[in-house]
């Protein structure tokens, strides 16, 4: 058998250094599955900015927050492509969900996924958006009245009793989906964090740093799009909105950066067996993703960007261009973040005793191309979602304004 | 009406109940009269007496339809060679790696060994653990094998395994393994590594059992396994294990 996949291996073996068990040659999760916890990480920290507004009432960044809510949804629902395209038989995977294991972390996919999409994310955005569809399809043409009529499942109901039924639900789904988003996001860093194998990975942490990690890149997002997407409708970016959207970004980072800081030490300090070799990996392979991208770039200097800002009073026009290059570090640094936990994770050998090489490839089921695509896909869904369900128009016969609980 | 929907019911209650049990019967067929539930099993490895030529490896990969190329194992041969001033060099005696190696100067030499390797079997698997779809399970008697019908290729219990003992077949895209070369062990026979060892370095047999080589060997020597922090509890357990060996 002399097939492209053991080629790549034999090549792979060239460049080991030290021991690795015979087996481990072969990366088993690609940059596919450095993908999967990025999108998720977006998707739950989308949602928690979404449900500041709503659960404590912060009128600033209401005008993001459906935008939030589509974002969430967007990258959810792209979110098990990268696992499904990754696996060995993608046509057994229904067996998760009618034969799950209820001791495997992985198993609970099925139903973490399916309880954050249907309970928490579609019924939110169903009772956020309900009166302003009914209003909209009354005033509109072909095809759209059909296509707001049917996402708003016929209802006709308008007023003001409905109205106030469903800001109560969707305050209640916010308040149920706050822990959701934690479960989602905490379980993925769960997957990791509980392999007792995997030095690197084997953290109580783990869940923690992945969901503030998370909100970091989700909130970052949302800022990202906001700041995009508004000049593009030729509107005024409402500064307001934008520095509380920082500000909460500052605080997370903050928390990710102690949290990520107190892993670090708490390794250093123990330096348990396999200290030597993740020394080893940290300098010989992640040196780059790790210590200039993840840490420098994605964390301190961002960081001190937003510390600037808060000391400095600097005017609207930097402030936003130092927001604008700060969110952009900050997805960088978190991705970076995903590759170091997963790659990073398979780069060293359970007998602690060598390195391994992890190579990319270009096309391919697991390759460069299909990763960009699987990356720019939930910004197609999103346009999508937005052409459907604009985010900043209330309905014009809206005769109770918006207002946050 | 009533009667005949009951007759109905009665009909396809029978054939579905012969085809059930057709299929069991043909699954059953396979280990006639064994009884998983009266066996345990277990392996001992005798590092002092491997001398490290590689026949287990070649034995399984033949038994098994391992693929030949040097990075599917479902055992393998390490030899450890630990140097005065504490340098430790491992290698895996596979022959068909071209790998250069500079040969040890004997006087720097402090001790060297061969230890085969498997999977463990796990008492407590994490890779049972944390197959999303129990295509990973563990026997009655003690054998954790894979469904190679069910299994997603997911590729967590590779991860989960802290002996590497795991492996993606690149033609079947699922997760292969040791066995103990279940077809034989429920026929009587011995696993074909311990079968060929020339050595006998290799001990196989059911735990439980008083007199059997595997008794005997538990009972004469003081037994190690590997890792045995993380407690998943081996059934595959070393006499004379270097602490050097992970």
Known sequence: ?405 | MERRGFLKKCFSFIVSGSVVGGFLRRASARTEGYDPSKHYYGMGIQIEKCIGCGRCVEACKEENDVPKEPFFFRTWVERYVIKKDSEVSVQNIDTRIERTVEPAIEKDVLRSFFVPKLCNQCENPPCVQVCPVGATFKTKDGVILVDENRCIGCRYCIQACPYGARYLHPEKETADKCTFCYHRITRGLLPACVEVCPTQARVFGDVRSSASPLARFRRMNKLHVLKPFLNTEPKVSYSGLDGEVR
């Not at chain 1, 500041?52 to 589509?70: D, G």
């Not at chain 1, 964390?299 to 927001?323: C, H, Q, S, T, W």
Request: net charge neutral; proline share 4%.
């Open chain 1, 1 to 405: 058998m002399n097939d492209p996949v053991t080629e790549k291996l034999f090549e792979l073996l060239k460049q080991v250094t030290g021991y690795i068990y015979p087996n481990e040659i072969e990366v088993h999760w690609g940059i596919l599955i450095v993908v999967y916890p990025y999108l998720t990480g977006l998707v739950a920290g989308a949602f928690i900015l979404a449900s500041l507004v709503k659960v404590f009432s912060i009128k600033e960044v209401q005008p993001a927050y459906r935008l939030a809510l589509l974002t969430a949804l967007a990258f959810l629902l792209v979110a098990p492509l990268p696992l499904l395209l990754h696996l060995g038989h993608p046509e057994r995977s229904y067996e998760i969900f009618l034969n799950p294991n209820f001791s495997s972390a992985m198993a609970m996919f099925g139903f973490v996924y399916a309880w954050y999409l249907m309970v928490v994310l579609l019924l939110e955005i169903w009772f956020t958006y309900r009166r302003d569809l009914i209003l909209w399809s009354k005033e509109e043409k072909f095809p759209m009245k059909l296509i707001h009529r049917v996402i708003s499942l016929f209802s006709n109901d308008v007023s003001e009793k409905s109205y106030e039924f469903d800001r109560k639900v969707v305050k209640g789904i916010t308040i149920i989906g706050i822990p959701s988003a934690f479960l989602l996001h905490g379980y993925v860093g769960f997957i990791f964090g509980s392999i007792k194998a995997n030095p690197w990975w084997s953290s109580v942490l783990m869940p923690i740093v992945f969901l503030f990690s998370a909100i970091v890149s989700g909130i970052a997002l949302v800022i990202l799009l906001y700041m995009v997407i508004t000049p593009l409708r030729r509107e005024k970016i409402d500064m307001k909105c934008l520095d509380k959207m920082a500000s909460y970004l500052f605080y997370a980072v903050i928390v990710d950066f102690s949290l990520e800081s107190l892993d670090f030490i708490h390794r250093f300090y123990e330096s348990e067996e396999s200290i030597r070799i993740l020394s080893e990996l940290v300098v010989n392979k992640l040196f780059i993703s790790l210590g200039i991208i993840q840490v420098l770039l994605g964390m301190l200097l961002p960081l001190g960007i937003m510390v600037a800002i808060r000391l400095l009073r600097f005017d609207e026009e930097l402030r936003k261009l130092l927001y604008f290059v700060s969110v952009i570090l900050i997805q960088l640094g978190i991705f970076a973040t995903r590759w170091n936990v997963v790659i990073g994770g398979q780069m060293f050998s359970k007998s602690f005793r060598g390195l391994m090489a992890y190579r990319m490839d270009l096309t391919g089921m697991e390759g460069f191309l299909m990763t960009l695509v699987l990356l720019i896909l939930p910004f197609v869904l999103l346009a999508i979602l937005i052409k459907l369900l604009p985010p900043w128009e209330t309905a014009k016969k809206n005769v109770i304004e918006e207002k946050t609980p």
